[in-house]
């Protein structure tokens, strides 16, 4: 009993599979066209009743057991070698599903004259959201920008400049600076480290881009180092670090964020720990987004953080 139960789990995979293979073959067909390819020999093979039930197989297996010796005494126990043989069927059956439909694809894909797509243009077709970009890594030194393909940040509204809100996991926000590259995919958003900390992204991620309007100057912001950082330094990080950073760079920032400066050859880590705002403008409502001018005081007060205390 124990084993009819697991060979009928393992026809229900089978056939749970075989509908899975066909829904992803339907949304492939849809995205890449008709293609012949998909129409071959081959293909039928694959999401056929015959391959994916083992006719063949079974028949050839059934043949098999039939060249035994009719005479056998009980103690042979030939069903039982028939029952492993099926189950030796099953087994061959769920990896050629696997690796042949996944050939078949790869070979639609790259074969297609109508569709030249990466994998990461394929996943986020799937998505079905524009403003969803997978992250690349940026080798810009440029700490406050991401960069987009010209005509992706056409297809998304955007300009060369615009302040962008960026969306990672677990709801984290940021903010940045867009700017154009046509040496970056399609599909893709180059992501430098700062801003990847901040979102709690990787390399490999998606994350999401809409635009940012009417983001103002803020009055004053203050800064604090992390304590892991700043060990053995001397002298004053305010005219080494933080204002070379934000000076004449009208740099966006979010309150709770952290930024990496350089300088005396060695880099700091700083959070973003206070924002004020001149309230007394009428129909301003202050907020944890912000931009650096040339009239923002920036203090550099406080003891340093220690990097157990970072609450982000």
């Given amino acids: 009993n124990l084993w009819n139960k697991n060979v009928r789990s393992r026809r229900q995979r089978s056939l749970s599979l075989q509908g899975q293979i066909k829904q992803h073959v339907s949304v492939l067909r849809s995205k890449l066209g008709n293609l012949d390819l998909l129409n071959r020999k081959k293909s039928s093979k694959v999401f056929g009743y015959t391959v994916l039930r083992g006719g063949a197989s079974k028949k050839k297996a059934k043949g098999a057991a039939s060249e035994t010796p009719k005479k056998s005494s009980k103690k042979n126990k030939p ?48 998505i079905n959201k524009p403003n969803m970009l997978i992250v690349d890594d940026s080798p810009s030194e440029e700490l406050s920008t991401v960069a987009v393909e010209p005509s992706k940040m056409e297809a998304l509204g955007l300009f060369e400049g615009d302040y962008v809100l960026l969306k990672g996991k677990k709801k984290t926000t940021t903010i940045a600076i867009i700017t154009s590259d046509p040496s970056v995919s399609y599909a893709k958003v180059r992501v430098p480290s700062t801003i990847r900390s901040n979102l709690r992204i990787r390399l490999g991620d998606t994350v999401s881009i809409s635009s940012l309007q009417e983001v103002k100057a803020a009055k004053s912001i203050t800064v604090q180092p992390f304590k892991d950082t ?82 982000r």
């Fill in 79 to 126: 069903k039982v070698v028939e029952k492993v043989e099926e189950t030796e069927i099953l087994e061959a059956e769920e990896t050629e599903i696997v690796s042949t439909t996944v050939s078949v694809v790869e070979e639609a894909i790259k074969s297609s004259p109508a569709v030249k797509v990466d994998l990461a243009t394929a996943i986020l077709k799937r």
């Fill in 230 to 311: 700043v060990q053995g330094l001397k002298g004053d990080l305010f005219d080494v670090y933080v204002k070379p950073y934000f000076k004449g760079k009208f740099r966006p920032i979010k309150l709770k964020d952290t930024f990496t400066a350089r300088g005396g050859m060695r880099e700091v880590e700083f959070k973003i720990t206070q924002i004020d705002w001149d309230t007394g403008k009428e129909g301003f409502s202050p907020s944890d987004f912000c931009i650096v001018g040339e009239e923002t005081e920036i203090f550099c007060d406080g003891d340093p953080i220690p990097r157990e205390e970072d609450s």
